[in-house]
C-alpha cells in the first residue's frame, strides 16, 4: 500500500489498482516496456497493486507488446471497447457500438463530404476504404491484415470506427465530429492522423470500470497515467490521475500530478517512490 502525493492523512491512502496508457505514457519512444519499468510494475504485484494496460490500441499490437514481460495480465483496449484477459489470450468484454448508430455515421459523414475515409473494428476483422489504404498498410495494429472488405453492417459487432479527412486533422477532426453526428457516440484522438469512434459512453474509465466492479475495486484507490486526449476521461475518473510531461494540454488539465517523460520511465520511477514510502 504507497502513500499518494499530497495525501496529509496518518494514514496511507490504498493504491489497489495502477492504470496506465502505453504509448507516451508506460511504453518508451520505441513503443516497448522497458527493464526499469517492468521491475516496477513486477513490484507493484509483489505489494498487492494490480497493474493494467488502458491503451487506444487493439488486442492485435498491443498484446504482443505486453506479453513477453509477464508483468500486465489485463489491458483495456480500443479506448475502452474491448477487454482482453493476457494470460488466457481471451477477449473478455467487447463493448460496440451500436449497429444502428455505425450505419447512421458512415451515411451522416458521407453525405456531408466524399473525402471522409473510414475503417473499422469488428469481430469479422478490420477493413477500411481504398483512401484509408495508406495508413492502413503502416498502422501496426492494421498492416495488411484486412478481414473485412466490406463496412459493417448490424450482423458485425464494430467496436470502433476510425474517420481521417484530408483537410481537418486530430483535434479539430474530433471537435468537427462530435459536433455533426447526431447519434450518441463516443469521438477521440490519440494524436495520430485519424480519429477514433467508440460506443455512447464507451471510454477507457468505462472499461476500467467494468473491471474494478468485477475486482471490488472502489476508484478512489486508482491512479491513472496517461499523456493524451483519449486518457482525459480516465484521468479524471481515477481517485489521483498523473499526466505525463509529455501529455496533451487536455490531460494536463484534468490531472491531479504531472511527472516526468515517458523516455526517462517516469511512470516506473513514480511507483518505485510510492512502494519506497508507503508500503
Not at 510494475?41 to 490500441?57: H, M, P, S
Not at 506479453?67 to 475502452?80: H, M
Not at 477487454?83 to 488466457?88: L, M, P, T
Not at 476483422?125 to 495494429?141: K, L, Q, R
Request: glycine share 8%.
Amino acid at each position: 500500500m504507497a502513500r499518494l502525493p499530497g495525501d496529509s492523512s496518518s494514514a496511507a491512502r490504498r493504491i489497489d489498482l495502477i492504470a496506465s496508457d502505453l504509448d507516451g505514457t508506460l511504453f518508451t519512444p520505441d513503443h516497448e516496456l522497458s527493464l526499469r519499468t517492468i521491475a516496477a510494475i513486477q513490484a507493484a504485484g509483489e505489494a498487492g497493486i494490480r497493474v493494467v494496460a488502458a491503451t487506444g490500441r487493439s488486442t492485435t499490437s498491443a498484446v504482443p507488446r505486453i506479453r513477453p514481460a509477464g508483468v500486465i495480465e489485463t489491458v483495456v483496449c480500443s479506448n475502452g471497447s474491448l477487454i482482453h484477459d493476457v494470460v488466457s489470450d481471451e477477449t473478455t468484454h467487447r463493448l460496440p457500438i451500436d449497429p444502428i448508430h455505425v450505419d447512421r455515421v458512415f451515411a451522416e459523414l458521407t453525405a456531408l463530404d466524399e473525402r471522409f475515409a473510414f475503417c473499422w473494428e469488428t469481430d469479422h476483422g478490420n477493413g477500411w476504404d481504398d483512401s484509408f489504404e495508406d495508413i492502413a498498410f503502416v498502422h501496426e495494429d492494421l498492416g495488411q491484415r484486412r478481414g473485412l472488405r466490406r463496412r459493417p453492417t448490424t450482423e458485425d459487432v464494430t467496436t470502433k470506427i476510425m474517420v481521417r479527412h484530408p483537410d481537418i486533422v486530430e483535434e479539430a477532426l474530433s471537435a468537427r465530429l462530435a459536433a455533426i453526428l447526431t447519434d450518441p457516440v463516443t469521438v477521440s484522438t490519440s494524436g495520430v492522423q485519424f480519429v477514433e469512434i467508440t460506443g455512447e459512453g464507451i471510454d477507457k474509465s468505462s472499461g476500467l470500470e467494468l473491471l474494478c466492479r468485477r475486482w471490488s475495486i472502489d476508484p478512489a484507490h486508482v491512479v491513472a497515467f496517461g499523456d493524451n486526449h483519449n486518457d482525459v476521461a480516465m484521468l479524471d475518473w481515477a481517485g489521483h490521475g498523473v499526466a505525463m510531461g509529455n501529455a496533451a494540454p487536455s490531460a494536463l488539465d484534468v490531472a491531479d500530478e504531472v511527472i516526468g517523460l515517458n523516455a526517462d520511465d517516469a511512470v516506473a520511477v513514480w511507483i518505485e517512490r510510492q512502494l519506497a514510502g508507503g508500503c
